[in-house]
């Protein structure tokens, strides 16, 4: 199985539409991004954890499941970095691919030193992008597929139809 594990924040901070939302609505920036994930996970069939730090927020750990996502908000003084590696280091084993996406180059190689893979937010976004693109391709495939009408009818027959439809 594989995992992708996410700092949200370093993501909401990288992608442009994130960023600018974030402005206005740090909530609405978070759910966009979990969406994003959401259908990310969908089309890739991985596991998505997405990491938010709460480190001057006061409480222990959250977690909870949306679009079947995984959330983690950290616990008190705890930063999402330290979350994130320590997630890595437990989920990491044999037949287990851990990728962490952040920007955070200190970050980077301290996953990396774990063995896990690393991926940037500018190379995640991307490949979300793709993927949203790729995803109306085949919706639009599917729509030109789709007969005109619920029963295959030749072109003669269907212009026969058309005629006798309009009174001609």
């Known amino acids: 199985m594989d995992i ?3 700092d949200g924040y370093n993501m909401i901070g990288a992608w442009p539409e994130l960023q600018a939302l974030k402005d206005e609505d740090l909530a609405a920036a978070r759910d966009l ?3 994003k994930l959401a259908e990310y996970k ?3 069939g991985i596991h998505v954890i997405v990491v938010f730090d709460a480190y001057v927020v006061k409480g222990k ?3 909870y499941k949306n679009y079947n996502v995984e959330i983690i908000y950290t616990k008190e003084k705890e930063t999402a970095d330290a979350k994130i590696e320590k997630l890595a280091k437990e989920m990491m084993d044999r037949r287990t691919k851990v990728y962490v996406a952040t920007s955070d180059s200190a970050e980077q190689w301290q996953i990396f030193g774990q063995g896990a893979f690393r991926i ?3 190379e995640l976004y991307n490949e979300i992008r793709q ?3 790729n ?3 085949e919706i639009n495939e599917i729509k030109e ?3 005109f009408s619920k029963i295959p009818l030749s072109k003669e027959v269907a212009d026969f139809f058309e005629k006798f439809r309009r009174g001609e």
């Open 42 to 44: 969908g089309y890739m």
């Open 61 to 63: 750990e959250t977690k």
């Open 4 to 6: 992708l594990i996410v």
């Open 145 to 147: 597929e789709r007969p």
């Open 120 to 122: 940037s937010a500018r």
């Open 135 to 137: 995803i109306k391709k």
């Open 131 to 133: 993927i949203e693109n």
């Open 33 to 35: 991004l979990i969406e």
